[in-house]
């Protein structure tokens, strides 16, 4: 009986995590690109102490970004992972990476060097979520536990 009564418990206890991520992953599907470009970049300004120039080239970088993102999304949405070849699957990261890289060049035109260190420290480039949450989310826990 003991059995039965923990292994229950310990399933009701895992679907109620598995609810929790749920909705942290659709929170930023309900958000159009613009709203998603104007949240990060508030972060950033808060993150950074950005100032209002600062804010406003970082504001229509994100808006770029958040289209060109969602583009991108929509356009591999129908293919299935499994059934790209490896030329496919080489040719859609190497896009990826000199995107990123693209995207970083403009970054650090426009913040000084204190700001563009801590932006490569906090993992900023990886939206509006912090690298700290991906962590837990993934099941990694938090950076101070053994």
Do not use: C
């Not at 418990?9 to 991520?21: D, G, K, P, R």
């Not at 659709?26 to 100032?51: H, R, V, W």
């Not at 859609?92 to 420290?121: G, P, S, V």
Request: proline share 1%; charged share 35%.
């Amino acid at each position: 009986m003991k059995k039965i009564l923990i292994i229950l418990l310990l399933a009701f206890s895992v679907s109620i995590y598995a609810q929790n991520e749920k909705k942290y992953k659709s929170l930023a599907k309900d958000f159009t690109p613009e709203q998603q470009a104007i949240l990060k970049t508030k972060k950033m300004a808060l993150e950074l102490d950005l100032n209002d120039t600062q804010q406003s080239q970082i504001l229509e970088l994100n808006k770029k970004w958040a289209g060109e993102r969602d583009k991108n999304r929509e356009a591999f949405k129908g293919q299935n992972a499994e059934e790209m070849t490896a030329t496919d699957k080489f040719n859609r990261m190497n896009k990826m990476l000199d995107t990123q890289l693209a995207n970083q060049k403009q970054i650090k035109k426009i913040l000084n060097n204190d700001q563009y260190e801590t932006w490569k420290k906090t993992g900023n480039k990886k939206g509006y979520r912090s690298t700290e949450r991906q962590g837990r989310q993934q099941g990694k826990g938090h950076k101070n536990k053994k």
